[in-house]
Each structure stands twice: as C-alpha cells, then as structure tokens.
C-alpha cells in the first residue's frame, strides 16, 4: 500500500509493511545472517545493484528494510538507514560527511558523548570543531571558518533543552553551501520534522521515543535527499553499525504508538513543570511549554508540542538533588529517556561526566541541573513521588 499521502497515524501503522507468502499481519523477523542467490548471475546481479535481492544482513535484511521504509516516511525523507545505537549514527555522520581538514560548528549542549568523540577522536585525524550556543544564529555565522563543512545541531539539546531555530540554520547553511544535520531524538518525528525545514540529514537515537519501551538500544539516519543517502549507507555497511533484524521488529512494533504514547507522556510532563515552577525547592525549571522558556515561541512554531522532557535545579544545588534521586520510589533513577516509564537522572555526574567541567558549564549543564523524562504512568502518582521526594530535602 502506497502511504506516502495518508496521515501520520496510518504511516505509522502501515507504512513499510509488506506482504508475505503467509499474509503475515506483521513484519516478520528475518533472523538470518545471509540469503540464498537463484543462481550466479542473481548474485552478480545483487551486488551489481541491478536487482533488489538481498545479500547479507550488514547489507540489509527485509525487516530492518521494513523499519527504514517506515521511518524515511515519517521524517518525509528520501530514505532511511538504521543502525546500531544513536551513537552508531553520530559516527555514520561524522564519518561519511567529514574529511581531514575540515571544520564541524556544533551545539555546545549536544548529547555528551557525540561531542567527545569528535573531540577525542576525529581530532586524531585532523577534524575540527566549534562547540556554540546554537539557540542565537548569531554564534553560529560567527563560528564559520573557510574549512567548515557540516553544521550540527541538537535541538531540544540534550539536556538544557535549548531551541535551536531550524529555519534559520538552514538560512545560514544555504548562504555558505554547507551540510546541515540535526538530532531529532528529544522530538521524534511526531513533534517536529526537521527536513520539512530544509535540514539535509536528520537522525535519532531510536532508543529513546521512537522504540519507547526501554527495550532496544538503536539508531537511524535519514537524508532529505539521493546524494547523501548513497555516501552514508555504504559508510554504515563498512563502518559495520548495523541494526539486528530482532531490534528492528521492536522498533516496528513500538513505533505503532508512538503518537499515543508522545501524546500522554506531554500532558503529564505540562503537568509536573507547572507544578515543579510553583514548587518552593526549586530554583528553575526549563520546559518549551512554559511561557517563561527563553524559546516558547520558537518551540511552539517549529514543533507540535513540547515534548517529555523537562529539566530543572534545585535551591540545594547537587546535594538536593541526590536527595530527590535517592527518595524517588516510582521514578526510576536511571540514565537514558523517551520511555513509557518516568526516568530521572543527573546530568553533570551521568550522562555528561567525560566531558570537561568548564564546558558543561559553558553549556548550561550546572552540577545542580536534574533531569526528567517523563512517561506515561498516572501523572498525580508521578507528582506524588516527587513531593515526597523533594519533602526529604
Ligand atoms: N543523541 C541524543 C540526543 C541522545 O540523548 C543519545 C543518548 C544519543 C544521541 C546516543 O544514542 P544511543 O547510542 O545511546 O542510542 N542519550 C542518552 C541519555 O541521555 N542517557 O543515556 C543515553
């Protein structure tokens, strides 16, 4: 069935299903590492991509094929590539798209580890990087070197949850004829589709919402166009960051409810951030569906909610906040997000501890900064448990 044209919810039921000799409901898992060629010329012909067959699953495989079809859909891409892990894309990115010499302008609040690798490690072969404030356009026309290459951006960021104008990125980018990436794993595709603004390449951790049930850990890029498509799938296949066949059928199945879940888990989180602003241990508490997010009106123009996510501090700084992570009984301490179940987690000590401390500060994550990913549990015994929690302060 050709859904191209039908509404985000049919896609997301229907789109890249295919039917199978049996009229199999679902998408089958193709646990197979290899497939069987009619004869040498099949072969020949497969690897000549003259005929569609698969090969090998590094290569492809039809339920990993299934979810791509899916996803390149609801981003309204040219196609899709799914991989290992959020960090398998990072790296597909970074090594299909950048070159010695060349320059990277990037958000300073990105996922932590997509920053250290690059500074770590594709430093080593002579790659650079600035790390701004992408959230003012301002630092990134500022931050443009005759060698730069690609703009890469992370909006909400993870996890100060700054916007970045997506439009004007793309502006900017287009003025200077350079590539534009953009992280779209705090939204998921339900919330903001990136290419629609004109971004070359969008890709997610599929870990977070997209599977949503804490299960799969996952990746998956996804180009506006041909051209770059075809220089990052063979990166992938030689970089070797496939997806399994398995994870790709979990992640079939999880994304059939996405809108519902993205849907509830936003109520809840409008919820608590009002209630955490009115709170009296609380310093401040950044939400894009707060009027008082220096974004608000951004959020509200480029996405088509908030979101799950909510970060906040505390009056007591980090001493309060291990107080609340370690009286939380129903939010579960624990890193990673975009789950059906509340998580919480800090920041400065988890999820971006290798990166150097004045960088997390120039990035806006505080030692105090806390944050939540809020699932989609019953929201009056979410507020519940973080009142008793915070009490203990
Ligand atoms: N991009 C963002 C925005 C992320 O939040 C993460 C993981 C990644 C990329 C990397 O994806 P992965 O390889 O883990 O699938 N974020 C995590 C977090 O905030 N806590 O644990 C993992």
């Not at 996804?222 to 770059?228: A, C, P, Y």
């Not at 707060?290 to 909610?305: E, F, I, R, V, Y």
Request: some cysteine; charged content about 20%.
């Amino acid at each position: 069935m050709d859904t191209r044209k039908k509404g985000f919810n049919t896609k997301l039921i229907h789109a890249g299903a295919f039917e199978d000799q049996f009229g199999s409901a679902t998408v089958p898992i193709y646990q197979t590492s290899t497939f069987k060629f009619r004869d040498a010329d099949h072969g020949a012909a497969c690897f000549a991509g003259e005929e569609d067959g698969f090969i090998y699953t590094r290569i492809n495989n039809p339920t990993i094929d299934a979810l791509e079809k899916l996803v390149a859909e609801l981003e309204n891409g040219y196609r899709a590539i799914a991989v290992s892990s959020g960090m398998g894309a990072v790296n597909t990115i970074y090594m299909g798209l950048l070159s010695q010499g060349d320059h990277l302008i990037s958000s300073a609040a990105v996922y932590g580890p997509s920053r250290v690798v690059m500074e770590k490690h594709y430093s080593r072969f002579g790659v650079e990087s600035s790390y701004v404030d992408t959230s003012n356009l301002e630092n990134i026309r500022k931050a443009i070197r005759p060698n730069t290459k690609l703009i890469f951006i992370e909006t909400p960021a993870n996890p100060t949850m700054d916007i970045t104008d997506l439009e004007g990125v793309v502006k900017i980018a287009r003025e200077h004829k350079l590539i534009t990436v953009s992280d779209n794993t705090f939204s998921s595709p339900y919330l903001q589709r990136p290419l629609d603004f004109g971004f070359d390449v969008v890709f997610h951790s599929i870990t977070k919402f997209i599977n949503g049930h804490a299960d799969v850990v996952g990746g998956i890029v996804v180009t506006r166009e041909k051209t770059l498509h075809d220089i990052l799938r063979p990166m992938m296949v030689n970089l070797g960051c496939n997806m399994d066949p398995h994870q790709a059928y979990l992640v079939i199945r999880g994304l059939k409810t996405l809108s519902l879940r993205v849907e509830r888990s936003q109520q809840n989180a409008l919820k608590i951030a009002h209630h955490l602003l009115d709170h009296p241990k609380i310093e401040w508490v950044k939400y894009p569906g707060l009027q008082n997010h220096p974004q608000h009106d951004l959020a509200l123009k480029q996405m088509s909610g908030p979101g799950a996510m909510i970060s906040f501090e505390l009056k007591g700084g980090l001493e309060a906040g291990k107080v609340l992570m370690n009286n939380v009984k129903l939010c579960m301490l624990a890193v990673s997000l975009g789950g059906v179940e509340t998580l919480i987690q800090h920041p400065a000590s988890m999820t971006h501890s290798k990166m150097e401390p004045k960088d997390r500060q120039d990035a806006g994550i505080s030692d105090g900064l806390v944050r939540f990913s809020v699932g989609i549990e019953n929201v009056e015994d979410i507020l519940a448990d973080l009142d008793q929690a915070l009490a203990k302060i």
